[in-house]
């Protein structure tokens, strides 16, 4: 399916003997200082600030932005380190020891290499997949490919479990990937990633509270704050952005998926879009249904007033103090 391409500034990271990657078939599809895609801005790993080398300590989920990955690696602009397709077929498209733009503009508060310095200091693996994780299921050959490819990399990195986490985690304000249906309980159970029990509960009572809720979130590494800029009479404003809602949404996306409902597209939309479109199939209305989704989500255009508001349950605050005592006690053991 896929070539297998080779040249002076590319190289294949898994090792030979990597007893995790056993039977899996990887490809090279490089896309980093060739002549062609000319993309020289993949670089060193370092820390804007300081110039200092950064080490790898987080590992990020994506998913691909197209119904089909060959329409998103024939535009020679993937930034992940990693592609897996719908079959399991893993591509290697930028070494790791290279700096990629995968993660955009995003933070995460409570890493070392710098809470706004991710792209220097992650791993990104993007997985394909039609809808963005909202209507369409991952296989479980991606699945099999990812737990493997993600024991490679944190053995090889040493990334520890609170450092896996999602584009959305990362990015809550403009991004949804990999998605409500992403099944980061599986990964947890195969050791990837912070997933606790639903039976394990808090060990203290915590007030339901903007306060309360803020803080937790923050503890685990949301951003609920954000800086945006504008220009007024040739002079740069920054001012603080409240990304609570988002930060919110995101948490439960990832951690509370059953509690978002809003992200799937409902029956009356694929109705209509049949309707207008009756030549295209069920999983092509899906597809396009999810990518209007995304661009509207990553665009602030598809978030009505309601949504901006932080409704919380109780059950929902209850696991949020569940994740962030299990953050808490991850980063404890690391120390």
């Given amino acids: 399916m896929f070539k297998s391409f080779t040249d002076g500034n590319h ?27 000319n993309q020289d801005h993949w670089n060193e790993r370092i820390n804007r600030a300081t110039k200092a080398p950064v080490e790898i300590d987080q590992l990020i989920i994506h998913c691909s932005f197209e119904p089909d990955i060959e329409n998103v690696l024939d535009k020679n602009n993937m930034g992940a380190h990693y592609v897996i397709h719908k079959d399991g077929t893993i591509l290697q498209c930028i070494d790791e020891s290279k700096r990629t733009y995968h993660a955009g503009v995003s933070s995460w508060d409570q ?23 909202t209507s369409t299921e991952y296989t479980d050959a991606q699945m099999d490919s990812l737990i493997r490819l993600c024991k490679s990399i944190i053995a090889r990195h040493h990334i520890k479990p609170h450092n896996v986490i999602g584009h959305s985690d990362i990015a809550p304000d403009r991004k949804a990937d990999p998605g409500v249906l ?110 209007d989704f995304m661009k509207e989500y990553e665009n602030n255009t598809n978030l009505d007033p309601k949504k901006q508001i932080c409704r919380v349950s109780s059950l929902g605050f209850k696991r949020l103090q569940v994740v962030a005592q299990a953050f808490q006690q991850s980063r404890q053991r690391s120390r």
């Fill in 182 to 291: 992403f099944p980061w309980r599986k990964l947890a159970e195969a050791g990837i990633g912070l997933f606790p029990k639903y039976t394990e509960l808090p060990s203290e009572k915590i007030a339901v509270n903007q306060e309360n809720l803020r803080r937790l979130l923050k503890s685990i590494g949301y951003k609920t704050e954000m800086e945006a800029t504008k220009r007024e009479n040739y002079t740069e404003i920054t001012e603080i952005k409240d990304n609570l809602p988002m930060a919110w949404r995101s948490f439960m996306r990832h951690y509370f998926p059953s509690g978002i409902k809003d992200e799937r597209p409902t029956p009356n939309q694929i109705r209509e879009r049949r309707e207008k479109e009756p030549h295209k199939s069920t999983s092509q209305i899906l597809s396009d249904a999810s990518l």
């Fill in 11 to 37: 190289q294949m990271n898994i090792p030979e003997d990597d007893i995790f990657m056993k039977g899996i078939k990887i490809v090279q599809h490089p896309l980093i200082n060739d002549e062609q895609t």
């Fill in 111 to 133: 890493v070392k290499g710098g809470a706004d310095n991710i792209n220097a200091h992650s791993i990104g693996i993007e997985v394909e997949n039609p809808t963005f994780g």
